[in-house]
């Protein structure tokens, strides 16, 4: 099970690495069968760029992206996806120092 402070703790990162990045949270739906589908809405103020992540609430699996210039294929969960952002967020953030 995705566990949702962490995913959370995570968003609030990103957007503590990047004063530019918000964050929104939803669930878009539910299948009757248990299975709840949440989305992931990020946005780049400045550049006005969005990033879109729905993934699978129990499992954490990735349903579907829009996220144009980054590379999610070897990316199972959303806790990876997560993780990968901060990292491109510090790389970026270090070039330009």
């Avoid at 990292?87 to 270090?94: H, M, P, T």
């Amino acid at each position: 099970m995705a566990n949702q402070k962490m995913i959370a703790g995570l968003l609030t990162k990103l957007a503590a690495e990047n004063s530019q990045i918000s964050w929104k949270t939803k669930c878009c739906f539910t299948d009757g069968e248990g299975r709840s589908f949440h989305e992931i809405r990020l946005t780049w103020k400045k550049e006005k760029k969005e990033k879109v992540i729905i993934y699978q609430m129990e499992t954490g699996q990735i349903l579907t992206y829009v996220c144009k210039g980054l590379n999610l294929e070897n990316c199972d969960t959303i806790i990876d996806v997560l993780l990968d952002l901060i990292n491109e967020q510090k790389l970026v953030a270090s070039h330009q120092e």
